[in-house]
């Protein structure tokens, strides 16, 4: 069992940047596959990134590359989505999952997931 735990969401200008955390709990942490996705209102949740559970693979949303960078740290049960150059239409409320075997972008695979940060980009 994984608890998640997101933070890091506000209110920025287009063209500003946020760092997104999402803490986890349990001993097994490290061993899980983590993703970020988002979600606007009236649309279904979307991947943005993913990186497996060493760090060796990481893998992003065409729309987020070259912007988004996702890392880990698992010695601090810590999964890090810094977002720059951000745009209007990111504007959605961002979740953190994670899975024990799966490492993709369909967000029906990832069994645990947080509460959610919501992040505001005004033009």
């Known amino acids: 069992q994984v608890q998640l735990v997101e933070s890091g969401g506000g209110l920025v200008q287009a063209g500003g940047s946020l760092r997104l955390s999402c803490v986890g709990s349990g001993r097994t942490f490290s061993s899980y596959t983590m993703g970020w996705f988002r979600q606007a209102p009236g649309k279904e949740r979307e991947f943005v990134a993913a990186i497996s559970w060493r760090a060796g693979s990481t893998y992003y949303a065409d729309s987020v590359k070259g912007r988004f960078t996702i890392s880990r740290d698992n010695a601090k049960n810590t999964v890090y989505l810094q977002v720059n150059s951000l745009k209007p239409e990111d504007t959605a409320v961002y979740y953190c999952?994670?899975?024990?075997?799966?490492?993709?972008?369909?967000?029906?695979?990832?069994?645990?997931w947080g509460q959610g940060t919501q992040v505001t980009v005004s033009s």
């Open positions: 999952a994670a899975d024990s075997r799966y490492y993709g972008v369909n967000y029906r695979e990832y069994d645990y």
